[in-house]
């Protein structure tokens, strides 16, 4: 009988977060968020299992993030995301650098 996996033939699964660094120098971290997954084009309950993030870029909008990503080494895809959704998912880092205005 054939086993339905919910993750990865070895058991793990890709998982991405965000992250927003300070634009001087050192580049300190800012903000980050909690894992995140792209969902399965056939559930939003659940992530495809083999997933990675290839690129990110702020649309023309100015209000709007396009992610392109790969699924299972086998598909191309785009996700399009409002900005604000991606900033309401950052967590300020508790210390941050000194002189930074600790702006996202």
Same mark, same amino acid.
């Given at each position: 009988?054939? %086993?339905?996996?919910?993750?990865?033939?070895? $058991?793990?699964?890709?998982?991405?977060?965000?992250?927003?660094?300070?634009?001087?120098?050192?580049?300190?971290?800012?903000?980050?968020?909690?894992?995140?997954?792209?969902?399965?084009?056939?559930?939003?309950?659940?992530?495809?299992?083999?997933?990675?993030?290839? $690129?990110?870029?702020?649309?023309?909008?100015?209000?709007?993030?396009?992610?392109?990503?790969?699924?299972?080494?086998?598909?191309?895809?785009?996700?399009?995301?409002?900005?604000?959704?991606? %900033?309401?998912?950052?967590?300020?880092?508790?210390?941050?650098?000194?002189?930074?205005?600790?702006?996202?």
């Amino acid at each position: 009988h054939g %086993r339905a996996h919910s993750v990865a033939y070895f $058991g793990s699964h890709y998982m991405h977060f965000f992250y927003a660094l300070d634009a001087a120098p050192p580049h300190a971290l800012l903000a980050h968020s909690a894992e995140w997954c792209l969902p399965h084009s056939a559930s939003d309950a659940r992530c495809e299992a083999v997933q990675f993030v290839t $690129g990110l870029e702020l649309a023309p909008d100015g209000r709007t993030v396009l992610l392109a990503y790969g699924v299972n080494d086998c598909e191309s895809k785009l996700a399009v995301l409002p900005l604000e959704r991606v %900033r309401r998912m950052l967590t300020p880092n508790a210390t941050g650098p000194s002189g930074s205005t600790g702006h996202f």
